[in-house]
């Protein structure tokens, strides 16, 4: 094992150890609760990374690109267009849209950088691809400029652009995972998992994203952490995936819940945007989603009327699980403008724009205040439900090949919703592939 990597594993087991120390109802400050970066340690795997000088914003012009998925609520057509109202016409943004797969959006970027092309000025980052992106030197490191303003944005979403010691973006918006149900069907959300999918097989199902991508990652591990499962061992060299109960007991879980009719088959299909549209057809009892669907859900005809939101439900026997998701503004180490990329990263986490993301698309802000700003209240009556959720997820495992960590948890879980395998063999499959990928490195 190279020095590399046990520093790195050293930096995933400290995240591990602090999320457990998170209790349910105490803030995790400091670490955020598990928020994704887990990257104070300095690992020395990004030597050698483009640094950001602050100054270049300040008579920046020309133009520049912002690259994000599939703008489904509309808020980057807004953002840019605000953003050439301010700065225009000597100062131009341009939004290019990836799919709505995160898969997608990563392979998209990765392309780019490969071939050194500074197509994205900024790029709309997922938060489990920081240390991925960092450690290929992909970024500019944004420490110069974040250090004045990190104390403005929740602890969480800055550790998930925190890597190697240096802080490699700006949080964008925030995520976590909520239960959206149907009022006509649903009178109160169950207290459990196991009881949302009964009475989802009484009153019309729920929707979800099965298909073999990250989304189903995060729809696994919100059960799998809930029913008391990790993905790694203590000393992160092992994947512990298999081990004890709960791997089998929720991959068992929800395939039979799709032959039982608690999920659609379709769902081993689903992306975010299709379990929508399903739940938007006033057909479901309820709908994991993210927060940008409520908005979407407000303006849907069939559910406008009748739907509400509440946190995720304990999974029986265990307790409540929950991720950190969301999306960190990041440079191109190949931009050709980073000054005017830096001016529309500060934008997009401006006080202005994160008011609008919320208020406007139901994105979680990642500026504390923006969760009591009155508009924002009224505009999200679940608003403090979400930044608890926020500050309690725990992050997706930290480390450059996460994707193939993730890659090995969604291929088989949709292997067994779709029949193909026995939860049994996806859980040890699972296992086998995350360790190769850590061999990997
Ligand atoms: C959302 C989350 C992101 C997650 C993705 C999975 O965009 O913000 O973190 O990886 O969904 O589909």
Redesign the pocket.
């Known amino acids: 094992m190279t020095k590399r990597l046990i520093l790195m594993l050293c930096a995933v087991l400290l995240c591990g150890v602090f999320v457990a120390a998170c209790g349910e109802d105490m803030e995790c400050g400091g670490g955020g609760g598990g928020g994704g970066g887990g990257g104070t340690e300095e690992t020395g795997a990004t030597e050698g990374a483009k640094v950001i000088d602050p100054s270049l914003a300040e008579n920046a012009k020309g133009e520049v690109t912002y690259c994000q998925?599939k703008d489904t609520s509309g808020n980057a057509h807004y953002m840019i267009d605000e953003f050439n109202k301010k700065h225009g016409p000597d100062l131009k943004a341009k939004l290019v849209e990836f799919p709505a797969?995160?898969d997608e959006q990563r392979n998209q970027f990765i392309q780019r950088q490969q071939a050194k092309s500074g197509d994205c000025d900024v790029f709309s980052s997922?938060?489990?691809w920081t240390a991925e992106f960092a450690s290929q030197k992909w970024l500019y490191d944004m420490t110069p400029y974040m250090e004045d303003k990190k104390a403005d944005f929740i602890e969480a979403p800055i550790e998930t652009i925190t890597y190697d010691g240096k802080i490699w973006g700006s949080p964008e918006?925030s995520?976590a995972g909520l239960l959206y149900y149907n009022t006509d069907k649903v009178k109160e959300v169950p207290a459990t998992w196991q009881e949302v999918y009964t009475t989802a097989a009484e009153s019309g199902g729920i929707t979800y994203?099965g298909a073999a991508?990250?989304?189903l990652?995060?729809d696994f591990l919100e059960l799998f952490f809930a029913a008391g499962g990790e993905v790694l061992s203590e000393d992160g060299t092992k994947s512990t995936i298999a081990e004890g109960d709960a791997g089998v007991n929720v991959v068992k879980f929800m395939a039979d819940g799709i032959k039982n009719g608690s999920a659609p088959k379709a769902v081993t299909t689903y992306?975010?945007p299709e379990s929508l549209s399903a739940f938007q057809t006033g057909k479901y009892a309820y709908m994991r989603n993210?927060p940008y669907a409520y908005a979407l859900n407000q303006k849907a005809k069939r559910v406008k009327d009748n739907f509400d939101v509440a946190p995720q439900p304990e999974f029986e026997g265990g307790g409540k699980g929950g991720i950190?998701?969301?999306?960190n503004s990041v440079i191109s180490a190949y931009s050709k403008n980073p000054g005017a990329a830096l001016k529309l990263v500060d934008f997009i986490g401006s006080p202005e724009i994160q008011k609008a993301y919320a208020a406007q698309f139901s994105l979680a802000p990642v500026r504390a205040e923006i969760y009591d700003d009155a508009a924002v209240k009224k505009a999200l009556p679940f608003a403090a439900d979400l930044r608890q959720a926020i500050t309690q997820a725990r992050s997706r495992p930290v480390s450059p090949v996460y994707p193939q960590i993730s890659q090995a948890i969604y291929k088989n879980v949709n292997a067994a919703l779709a029949g193909q395998q026995t939860p049994e063999d996806a859980a040890k499959k699972a296992q086998a592939d995350i360790e190769k990928a850590l061999a990997t490195f």
């Open positions: 998925g797969s995160a997922d938060v489990i918006s995520d994203q991508y990250e989304g990652t995060c992306m975010e993210w950190l998701g969301g999306h």
